[in-house]
């Protein structure tokens, strides 16, 4: 994820801001004894780095998915942004996944980028149909904004959200950055949201700490998680993250997606193995943590 990212990071202040009022609101609005379900993975599958570290020293390509399935709980479906996922690219996901296992498909870019969501009814249908084929397999999909989409078209994303199938679980991810500037205007867009049930999508990102907005619209939480290749403040950070979504988890929250980026995502694996450590102990969690198999430096053995 290039979003946001910096080559220097000495500057910046990566603690995490105060929780927006409306992330209180809803938080005290659920009633609901439901356990909850936590999924967290990296954005990725296919990274050959992980060949003899996540997935088996003989992988073949072809069989990453397959693999990453058995180490991780949910992919952040990028794959999709790129082309409508077509019967037979659904098919092989669903024949690969195992239950629980949960695919988060980001909208096409023709939707929210080319067409700025507009004019994209044909489109919009495809994508739905598709990715509602994935059953119990599909977790929540993403429509990530293009970053010349501003408020003044709150009303076209309003009018697009509406046309969306009764009930289909989506989030939005803003980066405008005229979001977040007006405090007025973007409690008008939560409250538009939360009362469609629309989730939103935070960023923590080292060059974009506004996209870190901390506002809940439903009883759902969506993170990107950008890492720094392993420097330090990944870990602090993921310190801190742990403890707030613990936090909203003794207050109601029963939905959380996480995804670690980590630069080129060689290291991926590794964050997203403390983050889930950290959470199972935090907030007295089962998720199975990756099997990762540590790799010999060369040289290190003289």
């Not at 105060?18 to 967290?40: C, D, Q």
Request: hydrophobic share 35%; proline share 7%; charged share 20%.
């Amino acid at each position: 994820m290039d979003f946001g990212k910096l080559q220097d990071i000495s500057g910046v202040d990566f603690t995490l801001p105060p929780e927006n009022l409306f992330t209180a609101s809803i938080l005290s609005s659920i009633n609901t004894p439901e356990n909850p379900e936590v999924y967290i993975g990296p954005p990725i599958w296919a990274n050959k780095d992980w060949v003899g570290k996540v997935y088996p020293s003989n992988a073949k390509e072809k069989d990453f998915l397959h693999y990453y399935i058995r180490q991780f709980n949910t992919i952040e479906l990028n794959v999709t942004h790129y082309q409508s996922p077509t019967p037979a690219m659904i098919s092989r996901w669903k024949e690969e996944a195992t239950k629980g296992f949960k695919f988060c498909p980001k909208f096409p870019q023709a939707i929210s980028h080319d067409r700025q969501l507009i004019g994209t009814e044909a489109l919009t249908a495809e994508f739905c149909h598709a990715v509602l084929q994935l059953g119990d397999n599909l977790g929540r999909t993403f429509l990530q904004l293009s970053p010349a989409f501003e408020p003044k078209q709150l009303k076209t994303l309003e009018k697009y959200l509406k046309s969306l199938p009764p009930a289909f679980p989506v989030s939005v991810e803003f980066r405008h950055e005229k979001w977040f500037s007006n405090k007025a205007v973007w409690r008008e867009t939560c409250t538009m949201l939360a009362e469609l049930g629309v989730g939103t999508v935070m960023s923590d990102v080292s060059g974009r700490r506004d996209v870190l907005h901390m506002s809940l619209t439903n009883n759902s939480l969506m993170l990107r998680f950008v890492g720094n290749e392993l420097h330090p403040t990944d870990y602090t950070r993921a310190d801190e993250w742990c403890l707030k979504i613990s936090d909203w988890i003794k207050r109601g929250l029963r939905h959380i997606y996480i995804f670690i980026h980590c630069g080129d995502n060689k290291y991926a694996p590794e964050l997203t193995s403390y983050w889930i450590k950290n959470l199972n102990k935090n907030a007295n969690l089962r998720i199975q943590e990756p099997k990762i198999t540590p790799q010999v430096v060369q040289g290190s053995l003289f």
